[in-house]
């Protein structure tokens, strides 16, 4: 049962600590996406890697979030130092290649205090 | 600027009733249009995928129909059950890039 994973599903942590968020997308899969999910702003596409390569990531604040493929079965999101406004639910999604198709792990509950 | 909208935000309805869920968006030359449903405490799962050639889509109970002239979309959902509680979102997408305009969804309770 193919699927993406994200860890941790759950992170609660202080102001000005570093975060990350790992993703492991599905096998085979070429594209990787991350949201932000709040209440008040709904989805939001943070970044989009195709073949590990960052093609996107114009939605994502670029003074504090960073976000890498270190490999094909990895991608990180890093928050560094993390606001109280970061909390959200932030989702990794993946598809294959010429497909439209995403598929959204879990996902990753942060609480910033 | 292309904008979603879903409404109701929320909706509660008997177990065994018809239903229809509403999508509509600014602009109509998109290029297609997902339903997905969000269990609470988990990811999103894509349920039908409408090319805008396409007037409908089913499966199983589900049915999506697209009407792009009038900027709406619509899922009915036959003969609910507890199960189908969840929240529905729709998302459009302008051209076969990847970029997906999300409504903020609607929240659906069947109740037993």
């Known amino acids: 049962d193919a699927r993406v994973t994200q860890t941790p599903r759950h992170k609660v942590t202080e102001m000005g600590q570093e975060v990350t968020m790992r993703c492991q997308p599905i096998l085979g899969h070429n594209t990787v996406f991350w949201y932000r999910q709040t209440m008040m702003q709904g989805l939001e596409l943070l970044a989009y890697?195709?073949?590990?390569?960052?093609?996107?990531d114009s939605g994502m604040p670029k003074d504090r979030f960073s976000a890498e493929m270190p490999d094909a079965t990895l991608a990180t999101l890093k928050i560094q130092p993390s606001e109280p406004r970061d909390s959200a639910v932030y989702f990794c999604a993946s598809g294959a290649s010429g497909r439209v198709e995403q598929y959204f792990g879990p996902g990753t509950r942060l609480t910033v205090t | 600027k292309q904008e979603v909208t879903q409404i109701p935000a929320a909706l509660s309805v008997p177990e065994g009733e018809n239903l229809v869920l509403n999508c509509s968006f600014t602009d109509s030359a998109i290029y297609n249009l997902q339903w997905f449903r969000q269990d609470p405490g988990k990811g999103l799962t894509s349920l039908l995928l409408?090319?805008?050639s396409q007037r409908e889509q089913t499966s199983g109970r589900l049915n999506a129909s697209l009407d792009k002239s009038s900027g709406r979309s619509t899922l009915y959902i036959a003969a609910s059950q507890p199960g189908d509680s969840a929240t529905y979102l729709c998302a459009v997408r302008m051209d076969s890039n990847y970029q997906l305009i999300w409504g903020a969804g609607t929240k659906l309770i069947i109740k037993p």
């Open positions: 890697f195709r073949n590990r390569a960052p093609l996107d």
């Open positions: 409408i090319q805008s």
